[in-house]
């Protein structure tokens, strides 16, 4: 390339020209990022620009698209904030094990902090760095499970130390990540299995809260079921600890209270993800329904109605988050963990108290 057409191309990056787009791409050294001629973010200094012809011999050279004026796309169509999202979501899944600032993502963006930590909360409702930490801590539970050593998943996931790790894990685990890795050791659950209108009962529970609510017709699937979770945990029936909350569970059901009136703690592990979701659901009106489709809207993406069933049929406290409330578009009732026709049930009863 010639010193004459290189600074025409230069002074078209410059100008943001959108007339030059097509004809070139621009390579930012410090930040491994190639961009159209156009781009409306941070002009970068001259001496880190590199020129290439097209978006193949950008991306020979080990640059990567720009999030925000995506080169690689056809000329005449724009970039929404949600495709800017998704693609975030991408970079951090993919580079956790790196560290992921705000600073270090938005130039990643090509956005201003501000703006971005703006548009990926309204459209995920938490924030990148939230984002970023609910990703880690789902990885380390998976890698944990398959019984690797916590010192090498927390640095395989991102995580700089053991105490960084311990900072963020009894929240969202509810136990240190050795204990989830035993499979619970340690851990006292208690449990009991009653009569109700929907068939057994099972409530299990920690000394935070509830960990366990579920339905069935045979005490021995449900507590294999709860044994499963916790291979290794100290498991033990008792029907005198729980009676409170089984009682306020079986009022419910037996329609002598509203589900507003269940007041009970839990104890549960969670992806942020998950946890919206759940949120989401214990905000529907008893009485009402929603369909997947309106939840993943409610959450700022239409696309994740497939995601959103997952958290319901991952739901481990039945009832205490009210699952049955999600139907599907057509208004039909769709999967329940415990059995379509308790879901009806459920529905039905709902509707009537209400």
């Given at each position: 390339?010639?010193?004459?057409?290189?600074?025409?191309?230069?002074?078209?990056?410059?100008?943001?020209?959108?007339?030059?787009?097509?004809?070139?791409v621009y390579g930012v050294r410090s930040t491994g990022i190639y961009c159209k001629p156009s781009c409306p973010s941070r002009k970068p200094l001259r001496e880190n620009v590199m020129?290439?012809?097209?978006?193949?011999?950008?991306?020979?050279?080990?640059?990567?698209?720009?999030?925000?004026?995506?080169?690689?796309?056809?000329?005449?169509?724009?970039?929404?904030?949600?495709?800017?999202?998704?693609?975030?979501?991408?970079?951090?899944?993919?580079?956790?094990?790196?560290?992921?600032t705000l600073a270090q993502l938005s130039q990643e963006a090509h956005l201003s902090p501000f703006y971005l930590q703006r548009i990926f909360k309204q459209a995920t409702g938490i924030t990148p760095r939230q984002y970023v930490e609910s990703q880690r801590l789902k990885q380390l539970k998976n890698r944990l499970r398959e019984g690797e050593a916590v010192t090498a998943a927390l640095y395989d996931v991102g995580y700089g130390s053991i105490s960084r790790l311990y900072e963020r894990v009894p929240t969202h685990m509810g136990?240190?990540?050795?204990?989830?890795?035993?499979?619970?050791?340690?851990m006292q659950i208690a449990y009991t299995i009653v009569d109700s209108p929907l068939g057994r009962l099972l409530v299990g529970a920690t000394e935070k809260g509830v960990c366990a609510v579920s339905l069935g017709d045979q005490d021995t699937?449900?507590?294999?079921?709860?044994?499963?979770?916790?291979?290794?945990?100290?498991?033990?029936?008792?029907?005198?600890?729980?009676?409170?909350?089984?009682?306020?569970?079986?009022q419910f059901l037996q329609g002598e209270h509203s589900w507003s009136q269940l007041n009970l703690p839990i104890d549960i592990q969670a992806t942020a993800f998950q946890w919206r979701v759940w949120?989401?659901?214990?905000?529907?009106?008893?009485?009402?329904?929603?369909?997947?489709g309106e939840v993943a809207r409610s959450l700022g993406d239409k696309k994740k109605a497939r995601a959103v069933a997952n958290a319901c049929a991952t739901n481990p406290v039945a009832l205490i988050i009210p699952c049955h409330r999600v139907v599907r578009e057509d208004g039909a009732a769709g999967g329940y963990r415990w059995g379509i026709e308790r879901k009806r049930r459920l529905l039905a009863q709902e509707k009537a108290d209400s």
């Open positions: 390339m010639n010193t004459t057409q290189e600074e025409q191309r230069w002074l078209a990056v410059m100008g943001r020209d959108n007339h030059a787009d097509g004809a070139s020129f290439f012809s097209d978006t193949q011999a950008a991306e020979e050279a080990g640059y990567r698209p720009c999030l925000r004026c995506q080169p690689q796309r056809q000329s005449g169509t724009s970039t929404t904030n949600e495709e800017i999202i998704q693609r975030m979501c991408t970079y951090i899944e993919e580079h956790l094990e790196e560290r992921l136990m240190t990540p050795n204990t989830y890795r035993r499979g619970g050791q340690g699937e449900l507590e294999r079921e709860l044994r499963k979770e916790y291979p290794a945990a100290e498991i033990q029936q008792d029907n005198s600890q729980l009676e409170t909350w089984v009682r306020e569970l079986l949120n989401v659901l214990r905000n529907i009106p008893q009485g009402e329904t929603r369909s997947y």
